[in-house]
């Protein structure tokens, strides 16, 4: 029988759905690519929601899927990445953002240090509510522009001109 995902995954997988409009990629990372990988580093917490949310969706005419990885060598098909700060990861996880923080790779994750250690974009539960807050900084290392509309929705942005 199949785990039931927690309500705060549910709400963070919705949330995380929608980032992939808000982002853009170096040209030539999408070139030739008929999807856009969103990897999920394992143990995968949002179960199928964010599987069944990307479903159907597309960006630019390029289809997201959703796909779980193992290991910080499987990283090169993917353009989203989502790593949770599960404690039992820690090691994975840092190894995983080491190797993605130079390459175009929209990184994302609730861990409490998650942008400290290199992550873009880190989800954070204020007031029962699931918001984010994103370094620019990291982002431009990875390659990847941000709109000017994920940075006024966000919680708190690093990063940038002084």
């Known amino acids: 029988m199949a785990q039931e995902t927690p309500a705060e995954y549910r709400l963070k997988a919705a949330i995380v759905s929608k980032f ?4 853009q990629w170096p040209e030539a990372v999408l070139s030739n690519r008929q999807t856009v990988e969103f990897c999920v580093l394992k ?17 630019n005419g390029r289809a997201l899927h959703v796909r779980e990885i193992g290991a ?9 990445l989502f790593a949770a700060g599960a404690p039992r ?10 190797r993605a923080a130079t390459r175009p790779i929209l990184t994302i994750g609730d861990d409490p ?11 954070r539960v204020v007031d029962g509510r699931v918001r984010f807050e994103v370094d620019i900084d990291s982002a431009a290392r990875a390659g990847i522009h941000l709109s000017s509309q994920l940075l ?9 001109p002084e």
């Open 152 to 160: 006024q929705l966000a919680l708190a942005v690093r990063g940038g």
């Open 113 to 123: 240090d998650f942008l400290q250690r290199g992550g873009i974009i880190a989800l």
């Open 43 to 59: 143990p995968n917490p949002f179960g199928r929601a964010l599987e069944d949310l990307v479903r159907g969706e597309s960006l």
């Open 20 to 23: 992939p409009p808000f982002a």
């Open 72 to 80: 910080a060598t499987e990283l090169d098909p993917c353009h989203l």
């Open 89 to 98: 990861q820690a090691r994975l996880r840092q190894a995983v953002l080491a």
